[in-house]
Structure formats: C-alpha cells, structure tokens
C-alpha cells in the first residue's frame, strides 16, 4: 500500500488528483466521525466541515510540512473550521443536555456510536475534543496539545474532568437500572 | 484506573467504518468546481488588464482618440468605481483562496 506521505508527493509533483481522492478515501471515515462526536451527533454538519476541511487540506498540501501525521493535520484543519462555524453563531453546540443518555444494551456498531454521541452532549466542547482525541482515536497528550493548540496542563484536566464525568453517568445509569 | 480508561475507551472508539464514496465524489466534485472558478476569475481579470492595456497604448498613438476624451470623461467616475469594485473582489476572493490560514 501507498504511504500517505508518497500520495502527497503525487499530488504535489503531478497534480494528480486520483491521489488526493486515495487519500482521503483512507482518511475520511475518522475524520467524520471525529466531527460527529464533536457536533455530538449531527450528521449533516459534520459532513459539511469535513468537506470544508479536505477542500482546505487540498488547497494548503503544499504547507503540509510532514512533522505530524496527514490525519493529525487533518484534524487540525477540521477543529479549526468547526471552531470558525461556532464563532458565527449559526450553530449551537455548548447544548447544557438534562436528557439521560439510554444504553443500549444489545447495540450494533451503529447503536454504539449513537450511545457515543449522545454522551458528548453531556461534555462541554473542549472535553469532548481531547476525550475523543485520546479516547477514540488513542492520541498521546503531545498529539493533542498539537492538534488543539491547547497547554498541556489544560489538555490533562480537560480529559480528566471529561473522563469522570462520563464515568458519573455510567455510574448513575447503572444504578437505575 | 486502568479499567476505567479500558471501558471508557471500549465505549467511545468509532465503531463503525464509514464508506461512503458519494463523500469523496461530492469532494472531488467541489474541487475541480473551485478550479474551474479560478481558471474562469484569473482569465477574466487578465482579459480586462490587457483590454485596459490596450486602450493605454492606443491613447498613446492614436490623436483621434483624444477626441473621444470628453464623451469618456462622463462615464469615467462609474467606470472606476466599478473598477475599483471588481479589484477589492478580486483580492478578497485570492486571499480567501490562497492566503487562509489553516
């Protein structure tokens, strides 16, 4: 299989598009469902920043110096366009949930990521940045500060407040039950 | 500890893999549009720089021109109203394309 590295330098040397499109094939899957856990779980805008934000990885490749992983560049531009789309007010994500979160005991992969989503909206937006950053994805602190932009300590606390938060509600819901 | 993060873990990883190749056309679709807006913008600025060029040089040559001179003088101030509009569209638009920083 084709390194990404190589399918950039295709696409920068050849302007070959069917490289890019390789690439984002590869790509695209996490990088939506990393934006439907931050939108904590809605479809249709999810798919409309990763669109922006592969059109922008198209037009900026050549500033793509290589020092992290594609993904992680990728992530980056998604998270700074998400951001953009927050700052315009046209959406409404810091959502203060009061509905409980229902398991769903007998879930298929799908049941489970909407189990996922759903438990985003009990997180403000940057726990659940670095919780589905470290979490979901299995990034190390260093990743994440570099993606986000955040400081280090702030990375830390946010997943540790993020994690007992979610715990709490696990804990809560089995209790219930 | 350890089993907390394995259970949060178990939980949130994406359990699904997403194929979907109508994203990857829409995608490559937006792309070769945006190109094509481009090529269509770069043209027709470059169509009016040498239109204006050639008006430049024929004022220079040709002194039955300078006849036209006062009839142009009327439309002049919308003329370089509308130029200077196309101009600041025209930068926006490059720097929106080019110079976003990420």
Known sequence: ?177 | MVRQNEFLESILKYHQNLVDSEFVEKLMLRIEMSFRIRQWVLSICSIIGMCFGMVGLSRLNLGELELMGGYWSQFAPLVGSSIMILVFLFFVWIFNEEFEKP
């Not at chain 1, 955040?150 to 219930?176: F, M, N, W, Y």
């Open chain 1, 1 to 177: 299989m084709i390194s990404d590295s190589d399918l950039i330098a295709q696409v920068l040397t050849d302007s070959d598009n069917a490289a890019f499109s390789s690439l984002i094939s590869r790509h695209q899957s996490t990088l939506r469902q990393f934006l439907r856990r931050l939108t904590a779980g809605n479809y249709d805008l999810a798919d409309d920043i990763a669109q922006d934000a592969c059109l922008l990885a198209f037009q900026k490749l050549h500033t793509f110096e290589g020092r992290a992983s594609f993904s992680s560049w990728l992530r980056k531009l998604a998270y700074h366009r998400f951001l953009r789309v927050i700052q315009t007010g046209a959406q409404k994500y810091e959502s203060t949930c009061s509905e409980s979160w229902q398991r769903l005991e007998s879930r298929d992969a799908i049941e489970a990521d909407i189990m996922a989503e759903t438990l985003m909206k009990h997180l403000d937006l940057h726990e659940r940045l670095v919780i589905t950053l470290n979490c979901s994805e299995g990034r190390s602190h260093a990743e994440i500060v570099d993606i986000t932009g955040l400081p280090l300590g702030t990375v830390k606390s946010h997943i540790a407040r993020a994690k007992k938060k979610l715990c709490d509600l696990v804990a809560e819901e089995v209790q219930v039950a």
